[in-house]
């Protein structure tokens, strides 16, 4: 485990959670968990604001951006990535990449789509 920045070294590497030679890791401040917390919060009350307000074809962009940073918060601080080294970020960062591009190979599907407007009168349809 690489950790960076200033961190004080906790236990004596006897224990299996340990790593023998950096003990139990790093200590994250309680007020960099509450500031998180308030962020979620936050962007949670945001969440719902903007699901109540039209925003024509921004609407799933937005919704997806919101729920985008909150995940990025939970990863980084509730999971330690944050102070994880090279090998730790490029496995996290792997998976985001391949969705990333399986999101633009369908783009392209979009282009071709018409858009089918659905029936007015869909019960009498089906008797």
């Not at 962020?39 to 951006?65: D, E, P, R, S, W």
């Not at 998976?95 to 979009?110: A, C, N, Q, S």
Request: glycine letters at 8%.
């Amino acid at each position: 485990m690489a950790h960076h920045g200033s961190w004080k070294r906790l236990g004596d590497g006897s224990l299996l959670t340990e790593d023998a030679d950096e003990g139990l890791g790093h200590i994250v401040p309680t007020s960099t968990y509450n500031k998180v917390f308030t962020a979620l919060l936050c962007l949670t009350i945001l969440t719902v604001l903007a699901a109540t307000m039209h925003f024509g074809a921004f609407n799933l962009a937005i919704a997806i951006a919101i729920a985008v940073l909150k995940a990025s918060l939970v990863v980084l601080f509730f999971m330690h990535v944050r102070w994880e080294g090279v090998l730790i970020w490029t496995i996290v960062l792997y998976p985001i990449i391949v969705l990333i591009l399986l999101f633009l190979g369908t783009l392209g599907d979009l282009t071709v789509k018409t858009y089918v407007e659905p029936l007015k009168n869909a019960q009498t349809f089906y008797k």
